[in-house]
């Protein structure tokens, strides 16, 4: 007997047709339930399938920093789409690359001045992580094998992001991930820093505290920092004044990598290129995506300084360098959409209008300050962060609350992270639309309060 399976009506009958898929760092549940679904997306909103805007504050997921379905990006897709598919970068390659890669390149200070290609910010932090660790036993220091995070740092889900990462749910189910690990203080103070605009005046001194790592575990065993320069997925944390310049000093004194995630605060989150470029530090290497393609197209990587690059390329020439890469880097759709993107920010001097807007931003987030319950607020660039009291019921509901509240009453879509309201809308984001988004932010909190 032969057997038939209708899929529709397999999907008709299914209990919940949302099912089958698990999200990622989502409460399935409770999504499930009450779906949060939006289906379309144009420049500052998301639309509903019922055709309800939502306005964006959280640039979807910290990345689409040109806004949504720019014309320009969607026609570059499309004309790579037809043009040609894929093409491998293992031992052949396709202009688009090299192009995207000269470009991203040509942003960063001093010598960062080679781009490894990959497909997310995880794996643009496991990339770095390995080509510093790679870099040490080229060099003849193969003892070099330790890695140094921070508290309350994010650098993906890879075994080697948790590893260096310091956010406690991320890491307490999958064991005793990569041996050799250690991590700095995170940075912030409430008692200090509370109601920051900017860079927090206190903190620069947490940076010592890689001394005393340095002195626990010796300098010849330590590979590599690496550090967000504004901690973003715990809560939006800026880095303190000279915090990132001391780190450079201490890192320079041993010998030792340094490492700036910037998959978040990349192409102009922070008004500028590279978030080092606002700090005037000059990292070893730097990791990003996210914003590299405005999240029209998976794309990350890591920018090296061109001493690193040049270590490796010396040997026999038909021999293999670095034994890591992924199939899908260097994508050519990735390369057009990123091609067409840095096109965007720069004829639309977009870097340099969130730099302009960022006072009048700080200004209007700050007009929130002494609301019930609001414990603290912060700002950099084009980011703010909202920490409100816990409810009874737990961590983290007041805060799940909040973003459920904001999308079906509000209209809005922001980050929660525990109770923290995290906020980082695209660069073309105006006043109007400022003066909105903290309406509804602070309609949400009296809600919810």
């Not at 870099?135 to 992001?161: N, P």
């Not at 940076?207 to 550090?227: F, K, N, P, R, S």
């Not at 201490?250 to 490492?259: A, M, N, S």
Request: charged share 20%.
């Amino acid at each position: 007997m032969s057997l038939t399976y209708d899929l529709d009506a397999a999907s008709i009958a299914a209990p919940n047709d949302l099912e089958a898929f698990w999200m990622g760092f989502t409460a399935n549940r409770a999504f499930k339930a009450r779906p949060r679904m939006v289906s379309r997306a144009k420049d500052m909103h998301y639309y509903t399938p019922e055709g309800r805007p939502i306005l964006d504050g959280s640039a979807g997921l910290w990345c689409t920093n040109a806004g949504h379905n720019r014309d320009s990006i969607v026609a570059a897709i499309q004309k790579q789409a037809a043009e040609m598919d894929f093409a491998p970068t293992f031992q052949f390659g396709h202009p688009l690359a090299f192009k995207a890669a000269s470009r991203i390149a040509e942003l960063a200070p001093g010598d960062l001045d080679h781009v490894f290609f990959c497909n997310s910010g995880s794996e643009a932090g496991d990339t770095a992580l390995k080509i510093a660790l790679a870099f040490h036993a080229v060099t003849g220091k193969g003892t070099r094998t330790r890695l140094i995070g921070r508290e309350r740092g994010y650098h993906g889900v890879g075994f080697g992001g948790i590893t260096v990462g310091g956010i406690s749910p991320n890491r307490r189910f999958f064991g005793s991930l990569l041996p050799g690990a250690d991590h700095l203080p995170h940075t912030y103070d409430r008692e200090k820093q509370a109601f920051s605009k900017g860079e927090p005046d206190w903190g620069a001194e947490r940076a010592d505290a890689l001394e005393g790592i340095v002195a626990l575990h010796d300098a010849q065993t330590i590979a590599a920092v690496i550090v967000e320069p504004m901690a973003g997925s715990t809560g939006g944390l800026p880095a303190p004044k000279g915090y990132l310049k001391r780190l450079r000093e201490i890192c320079d004194k041993y010998g030792i990598l340094l490492i700036f995630d910037e998959v978040i605060t990349g192409f102009g989150r922070l008004g500028f290129p590279f978030a080092a470029e606002r700090y005037g530090v000059v990292p070893d290497m730097i990791t990003f995506a996210k914003g590299v393609t405005s999240g029209a197209v998976p794309m990350g990587g890591v920018i090296v300084r061109k001493h690193i690059y040049d270590t490796f390329m010396n040997g026999q020439e038909h021999v293999i360098e670095l034994f890591h890469g992924y199939t899908y880097s260097g994508h050519p759709l990735a390369c057009a959409a990123s091609l067409a993107t840095l096109d965007l920010y720069r004829d639309e001097a977009l870097f340099e209008r969130a730099r302009a807007m960022e006072p009048t931003f700080a200004d209007a987030v700050m007009s929130l300050k002494g609301k019930p319950g609001v414990l603290d607020i912060r700002t950099v660039g084009l980011v703010a962060a909202f920490d409100m009291a816990p409810s009874v019921e737990g961590p983290g509901k007041r805060g799940y609350q909040a973003m459920e509240t904001a999308f079906h009453d509000e209209g809005l879509m922001f980050r929660a992270t525990g109770d923290t309201i995290a906020v980082s809308p695209p660069l073309i984001i105006n006043e109007a639309q400022i003066g909105e988004l903290v309406e509804k932010i602070g309609r949400t909190i009296d809600a919810v309060m």
